[in-house]
């Protein structure tokens, strides 16, 4: 049996289409299950279970084959690094508990760096505990989604200033999430590895913030342009957006290295194996665009 976590994500709503279909057994586990598709209820196949609970994690994963496991972001965590020591634990629980052989586990790139990297830094802990407690695992360590332009809807619909912490020239390997989940229903769907190894995934090509923003502005017709925060300016933001202050500090943390270092230095190469199809004017055509114009 597959079992997918978080499968209201932007993976993991894409995940769930591509096994519903593929004739294995499948659970999914949801905090709020009432946001699934009604087929998976009358499949019967879904489990509640919020991510940090380690007892409900571990009976919602009892008869597990492979496991697809999402770390969810915790923006409100007055500890972040806390938050993922915590899921580290109930995953690494779950699979020891239940003896699930295989995990394919949704990280990023930059996860191979323990410390430094903000929010990026605390999956490392999950891989560690992932690691330790399965015999065969993948991780998936992704670049930057494409799905980020969805938190930027009322800067897109508004004046057209977009606001980061990086600056506009920053280059990103961006990928769309239904790429990714077309890469994580292969490795679940897939008996034949073995060991633990990463899987890199960087989307079609590296973009600058600048380059991605003016395709954008060319499919809208209109003119926009990133515009960078200062780092007091974003966690005067981020707080008054109910964020904690731990988050917007290693927020912070993470945008000045990853300024510092890029995202080339990161993690692995790009190669045709870590290149995926779906371009940013693809995505923002099919995704973004109804959204901005919807308003």
């Not at 065969?136 to 969805?150: P, Y």
């Not at 966690?235 to 500090?249: N, T, V």
């Amino acid at each position: 049996m597959i079992t997918i976590t978080v499968p209201t994500g932007h993976v993991g709503r894409h995940l769930v289409e591509w096994l519903a279909s593929s004739g294995r057994a499948l659970t999914v586990i949801a905090r709020r299950p009432d946001r699934l598709p009604r087929y998976l209820h009358e499949r019967e196949i879904v489990r509640r279970a919020c991510s940090e609970d380690a007892a409900a994690v571990a009976r919602a994963t009892e008869g597990t084959d492979v496991l697809f496991w999402v770390s969810p972001s915790n923006p409100t965590a007055p500890d972040v690094r806390g938050w993922y020591r915590r899921l580290a634990e109930v995953v690494g629980k779950a699979v020891r508990v239940n003896r699930i052989p295989r995990v394919v586990n949704l990280s990023s790139v930059g996860a191979g760096w323990a410390d430094g990297l903000g929010p990026i830094s605390g999956l490392n802990e999950v891989e560690r505990a992932i690691n330790d407690a399965a015999k065969d695992v993948t991780h998936i360590r992704a670049g930057f989604f494409m799905e980020n332009f969805l938190g930027q809807l009322a800067s897109l619909r508004g004046e057209g200033e977009i606001p980061w912490l990086y600056p506009g020239s920053m280059t990103f390997p961006m990928i769309a999430a239904r790429d990714i989940a077309e890469v994580a229903a292969r490795r679940l769907l897939d008996a034949r590895w073995t060991g633990r190894c990463v899987q890199a995934l960087h989307g079609p090509a590296d973009l600058s913030l600048d380059a991605a923003v003016n395709t954008l502005g060319v499919i809208l017709g209109r003119r926009l342009r990133n515009v960078q925060l200062s780092a007091d300016e974003y966690r005067r933001r981020a707080l008054e957006a109910g964020l904690s202050q731990d988050f917007a500090d290693r927020y912070v943390q993470m945008c000045e290295a990853l300024g510092v270092l890029g995202w080339s230095r990161l993690g692995e190469p790009r190669t045709p194996d870590t290149t995926t199809s779906t371009t940013l004017g693809a995505w923002a055509s099919e995704v973004l665009i109804p959204l901005v114009r919807a308003a």
